[in-house]
């Protein structure tokens, strides 16, 4: 399915965050963060790899991990915005026809989730973006508002259908399961420099998710469904916990 693209995949990497400040340089098992989520996406095979960082001290560490780095202008309002910096940067002749944003905070990310979120793209010619989905399991994940609801159905038994909304609310209404957003792209390399170009939109402002602009914009995104959940370290404590998860790899 893969086959028809030609993608590179670019991590956006920063040092501010509130929670856990530097976090792409925590220690996890003598490695920084990036360099576990670096090899995560090259052991994919999809294509190659490139960290848009926002301060040379995530670039060195890149490096210093064999993999490549660019420097982007530090206050980009969102990663989408400093992957597409990047992207003009390393492949200005448009060689890549489809740009995976993995985030830089996903450690434990299993290589499989980014395999089957182009597989989704490619499933679905008339969607700008794909990004993947996993059922809710834990009750209490249907009611928080941290993990972003995706409103999706996938028809008999399909493992990727067209998203129509995504929320901090439990949606949709009524039985059946509820679907978990992974916050990873991969963008027809057209569509995305459409959407840096875009102002914020009313839902997205109000929701505070940056894919609804997408949404709002008439853009369509396929959603995959996928089996695991990687964790987003944004807390100490979600550091922890990712050094006990990958202890065991």
């Known amino acids: 399915m893969t086959d028809p693209f030609r993608p590179i995949l670019m991590i956006p990497a920063r040092m501010a965050s509130t929670r856990l400040p530097g976090k792409p340089l925590a220690d996890i098992h003598g490695s920084p963060m990036i360099a ?21 001290e995530i670039a060195a560490a890149v490096r210093g991990a064999g993999g490549h780095a660019v420097l982007t202008t530090p206050d980009h309002p969102s990663g989408s915005d400093r992957v597409f910096e990047a992207l003009s940067l390393v492949d200005a002749a448009a ?39 996993v059922p809710i399991r834990d009750p209490e ?35 059946g399961d509820l679907y978990h957003h992974v916050g990873l792209y991969a963008w027809r390399r057209e ?24 949404l709002e914009n008439g853009m369509r995104i396929a959603a ?23 202890a065991r790899r």
């Not at 576990?36 to 040379?56: D, K, N, Q, Y």
């Not at 102002?199 to 997205?204: A, I, N, S, T």
């Open 141 to 175: 994940e249907r009611t928080n508002p941290n993990a972003v609801k995706a409103v999706v159905g996938f028809p008999g038994g399909a493992t990727s259908a067209p998203a129509l909304y995504f929320s901090r609310a439990a949606v949709p209404w009524g039985d």
């Open 95 to 133: 060689r890549h026809d489809v740009v995976i944003n993995v985030q830089g905070d996903l450690p434990t990310l299993d290589p499989a989730v980014l395999r089957r979120t182009l597989d989704a793209l490619a499933a679905h010619p008339d969607c700008d973006l794909a990004t993947p989905v």
């Open 36 to 56: 576990h989520v670096l090899e995560r996406a090259r052991e994919a095979g999809l294509g190659p790899v490139v960290v848009a960082c926002a301060e040379a």
């Open 191 to 214: 569509a995305l420099a459409r959407f840096v170009g875009l102002p914020p939109g009313v839902l997205e402002r109000r929701e505070r998710l940056e894919q609804l602009r997408a």
């Open 224 to 246: 995959a469904r996928v089996d695991t959940l990687p964790l987003g370290v944004d807390t100490p404590a979600d550091l922890e916990r990712a050094r006990t998860l990958l």
